[in-house]
Every structure is written in structure tokens, then in C-alpha cells.
């Protein structure tokens, strides 16, 4: 399967917002659960959002009513939109296919002021 590749981290001040970006060329993408992770430094990975073939989501408790996590089946494209960003979202961020334990390369996220 060809590697994942995300995109549009940086740094943002608290209370901003960033989308994140994920290429998944992937056969039958629309069929596949899609998650995105973080990891700040010190900390292990973490499940931040999963949108499942249906489109059904879930969310990090941390990050619920902030964060959406969407997919474009057509683009095989997976998005994290992040709102009311806190310091504490810094991390890197991971796209993940749940299918084949797939990974990106991460994209940084920094928010401060």
C-alpha cells in the first residue's frame, strides 16, 4: 500500500485554527477507517479522531467540539479540522490506516503565542 502523507501544520496562535491534510492513496479507500493521531514530546501516541466507512466519528475527549475529523472519498483524502486551538494541542500529528497499521510522516503542530 502506498505510504500516507499529511499536510498544513504550523504554528498558530491559542484560539486559532488549522486544517490538516492527509493523502491516502489507498485501494478502496471509502472502505477503510481512518484515524489521526498525535504525539507531543514525553508523551506516547495518541488517538485523537476516527471516521469509520460510514462516516461515523469519534473524538479524543480532549478534543471534542474543537476538532472534526472528515473524508473525502472521491480524493481518498482525509482532513482534521482543529478549532480553539490550546497550547497543549501541540504535538505532531499522524494520519493512520486502522486497516494495515499504515502511518505518515506527521505534520508539526505548534500553537503559542
Known amino acids: 500500500q502506498v505510504q500516507l502523507v499529511e499536510s498544513g501544520g504550523g504554528l498558530v496562535q491559542p484560539g486559532g485554527s488549522l486544517r490538516l491534510s492527509c493523502a491516502a492513496p489507498?485501494?478502496?479507500?471509502?472502505?477503510?477507517?481512518m484515524d489521526w493521531y498525535r504525539q507531543a514530546p514525553g508523551n506516547e501516541r495518541e488517538l485523537v479522531a476516527r471516521?469509520?466507512?460510514?462516516?461515523?466519528?469519534t473524538y479524543a475527549d480532549s478534543v471534542k467540539d474543537r476538532f472534526t475529523i472528515s473524508r473525502d472519498n472521491a480524493k481518498k483524502m482525509v482532513y482534521l479540522q482543529m478549532n480553539s486551538l490550546k497550547p497543549e494541542d501541540t504535538a505532531v500529528y499522524y494520519c493512520?490506516?486502522?486497516?494495515?497499521?499504515?502511518w505518515g510522516q506527521g505534520t508539526q503542530v505548534t500553537v503559542s503565542s
Open positions: 493512520h490506516r486502522v486497516l494495515d497499521n499504515a
Open positions: 489507498t485501494n478502496n479507500f471509502n472502505r477503510r477507517t
Open positions: 471516521i469509520n466507512s460510514r462516516g461515523d466519528t
